[in-house]
C-alpha cells in the first residue's frame, strides 16, 4: 500500500544571486489518483541537474520557469504501482516520471519503459539519459574531435564532461579534464582515462593549462563559464571548436559577466555553438545503441552521487551549484 | 616606355590606435626588372580592404605583418608590360599582382589572366574577386539564410556587406542593412534591392533595430563590432547564426572592448562562426559561375568608390577605416 502522503519540494521564491534552501519549501499532500489512460508512479530516483537553477528564475531561457508554489522540476525514474493504461502494468519501472517529489501520475503513454537486465535503472538518468545523450549529441555535431586533436572538457568528473571526454579519446584525441580538487581529477585521469587533468583552483590553473596544451586548444567542451572559460578562450587554435553546454559557474550571477571579444572568432576562424540536449530527444536510441555494449564491456565509465531522501534533495542541489558533487547527482527516494 | 620611377606607399611605422597619414611614407624607386619566368606588371588598380589594418599592426594574426619600410600589402589589377614567360603577352590584364606601387614583378605562374569582354577588368578585386568571394563562402558555409528569415547585414553598403546581402535577399529572406548615413541607406535599399536600412549613427538606432526586426534576427552578418555588435546580439533569435567576417569598427582600439556574455549561445543554440576567405580561394571559380551572369542579367549590382594617384591611397585608407568610402574602394594607378 502507497504511504498516505507524497512529500514535495516546491519552489517558494526566486532566488536572487546564490541558491538557498529557503529558495524552497516542504510540502506533503495526498497521493494524487490516476485518470484514464493514466498510471501512479512511485518516484525511485530523481535526476538533479543544472539546467533546473534556470527554471527557478523567471528570465527568458528555452523553457517556461517553475511557478512559485509550484513543483520543482526534474525528470525521475518510477515504479508503476497502479495502471490505467495496458501498456503498463504495476512493477514496470519507466523513465519519465515528473518533479522533485515520491509520486506522481502521468499518461502512460509518454513513459519509456525500462529493463533492469540492460543497466541498472538510474543510469536512464545518467549515462543512458539525458547527460549522456548531451554528451553525444554535442560531440557528434559540434566538437567532431579527429584524432591527435587537444580535446578540453570542463567540469570533467560532472555527468556530462566525463562522458564527453570518454568519447573523444575514442576518437583518439588528447583529452584534458578540468576539475575542481584532487580527488576529482584522479578520478578523471585513473577512472575516466583522460590524458591529464587541472584543478582550476589551482593559482597556476592558466599556468598548467599552457603546459599541458602546448599547441593550444582544438575542442572546449563548455560546462563553466567564469574564470575558466577566460583562461581557455585565448589558448583556442586556429579552427577550434567551442562547444556550448553551460556555464554553471555563471549561473547565480545576477548581472551576466562580459564575455570574450569575439575577433578573435574572425581570425582563428572559431565555431562556437550551443545546443540544448532537449532539442534532440529522439537521437536517444542512437546513444543507448552506442553506450550500452560499451558500458557492459567496460569501456564507458560513470559514477553517481546518490542522496537519499527527498527532503535532502534542496541541499544537494544547492551543493551540484557549487560543485560539491562528485559524478551524476541523483535523489534516492523510493 | 614606362616611366623611370616606381612610386610605392611603404608602412613607416606601426599604429597606435588611429591611423595616421605619417604612418605611412612614399618612396620612388627604379622600375623593377622581370627575372626569368616573370612579367613586369603595370598597376592599373590597388585594392584597399580592412583587412590590411590587421597587417599594419605586429599582433599574431591569421597572416604575417607587413614588415616596417616595406610596402603596404594589397592586390592589385595589372598590365602585362613585359614578359619572359610564354603564358602572358604584353597587353594582357591579370589580378594577382602585389602592393600599394605603381609597378611590380611577379611570377607569371601566379597571375590570373582577367577578359575585360567578361566583366570590368577592376571587378576582378570586387564583386568578382577576394569580397564577392568572402559574400559566397560565408553566407553559404554559415549563414545559411532560408526563405522567411530575417537576416542583418552590417556594413551594409561595403563591398562584403552589399553582396551578403543580395544573396540572402536572392535565397527568399528578409535582409536588413546597416550602414552610416541617409545616403548610404538609400542606395542600399533603393539600388541593392534590401527590405529596409538603419543608419547605426541614429540614437534611436537600437529602437530601431526591433522595429525593423519584431520578431528577432536569424542570421547576421558581423563586419563592424562595436555599439553595432551590442545592439544586434541581444536580439539574435533561437538558432541564429552569426557570421564573423569582421569587426571594423574596433580595428583601431589598443585595447579589446569585452564581449558578450555567451550564456546566450546555449539558451538560443547560436552558432557564432568566423571565417577567412584565403582559406577558400579555391572557390574563386564557383562563385564566378555564379556571379557573372547575375552581373549582366543586372540581378546582383555593385557600386565602385575611385580614387585616383597613388599618393592619395593612405588617406583614403583612413577613410576606409572611419567607413568614409561608399561602395568598393580602389586606387586607380594606372
Redesign the interface.
Known amino acids: 500500500m502507497p504511504e498516505a502522503v507524497n512529500t514535495q519540494v516546491l519552489l517558494a521564491r526566486r532566488p536572487e544571486g546564490v541558491v538557498r534552501q529557503d529558495d524552497f519549501a516542504i510540502a506533503r499532500t495526498p497521493i494524487p489518483a490516476p485518470g484514464a489512460g493514466e498510471v501512479l508512479l512511485r518516484h525511485l530516483f530523481l535526476s538533479l541537474d543544472p539546467y533546473q537553477r534556470?527554471r527557478m528564475s523567471a528570465a527568458k531561457?528555452?523553457a517556461a520557469p517553475v511557478a512559485i508554489g509550484a513543483v520543482m522540476e526534474c525528470r525521475a525514474v518510477a515504479r508503476v504501482e497502479a495502471s490505467n493504461d495496458p501498456a503498463l502494468s504495476p512493477g514496470d519501472v519507466v523513465l519519465g516520471a515528473y518533479g522533485w517529489q515520491e509520486w506522481s501520475v502521468a499518461p502512460a503513454k509518454g513513459l519509456m519503459k525500462l529493463d533492469a537486465a540492460e543497466a541498472p535503472v538510474q543510469t536512464a538518468l545518467g549515462i543512458l539519459g539525458m547527460p549522456g545523450l548531451t554528451a553525444h549529441v554535442g560531440m557528434s555535431d559540434i566538437g567532431q574531435p579527429k584524432r591527435g586533436e587537444t580535446v578540453v572538457i570542463s567540469a570533467a568528473s560532472g555527468a556530462v564532461g566525463a562522458v564527453a571526454g570518454q568519447i573523444a579519446k575514442a576518437a583518439g584525441a588528447r583529452v584534458i579534464g578540468i576539475a575542481g580538487g584532487a580527488e576529482k581529477c584522479a578520478y578523471v585521469t585513473g577512472e575516466l582515462g583522460f590524458d591529464a587533468c587541472l584543478d582550476h583552483r589551482d593559482g597556476d590553473f592558466p599556468q598548467a593549462l599552457d603546459a599541458a596544451c602546448p599547441d593550444g586548444i582544438d575542442v572546449y567542451w563548455?560546462n563553466v563559464?567564469g574564470a575558466v572559460?577566460r583562461a581557455v578562450f585565448p589558448r583556442l587554435r586556429?579552427f577550434a571548436r567551442m562547444v556550448?553546454?553551460?556555464?554553471i559557474a555563471?549561473y547565480n550571477d545576477p548581472v551576466?559577466?562580459?564575455?570574450?571579444?569575439?575577433?578573435?572568432?574572425?581570425?582563428?576562424?572559431?565555431?562556437?555553438?550551443?545546443?540544448?540536449v532537449s532539442?534532440s530527444w529522439q537521437r536517444l536510441p542512437e546513444w543507448r545503441a552506442v553506450a550500452v555494449p560499451l558500458i557492459r564491456a567496460g569501456k564507458l565509465r560513470y559514477r553517481e552521487d546518490v542522496v537519499s531522501g527527498i527532503e535532502n534533495a534542496p541541499a544537494a542541489f544547492i551543493g551540484l551549484l557549487a560543485g560539491k558533487n562528485f559524478g551524476k547527482l541523483l535523489v534516492k527516494v523510493g
Chains 1, 2 share one sequence.
Not at 244 to 247: L, Q, T, V, Y
Not at 258 to 273: D, E, F, H, T, Y
Request: net charge neutral; proline share 9%.
Open positions: 534556470g531561457s528555452y563548455e563559464g572559460q586556429d556550448m553546454c553551460g556555464m555563471e551576466p559577466q562580459p564575455g570574450p571579444n569575439l575577433m578573435s572568432a574572425v581570425r582563428k576562424r572559431l565555431r562556437i555553438q550551443g545546443f540544448i532539442d
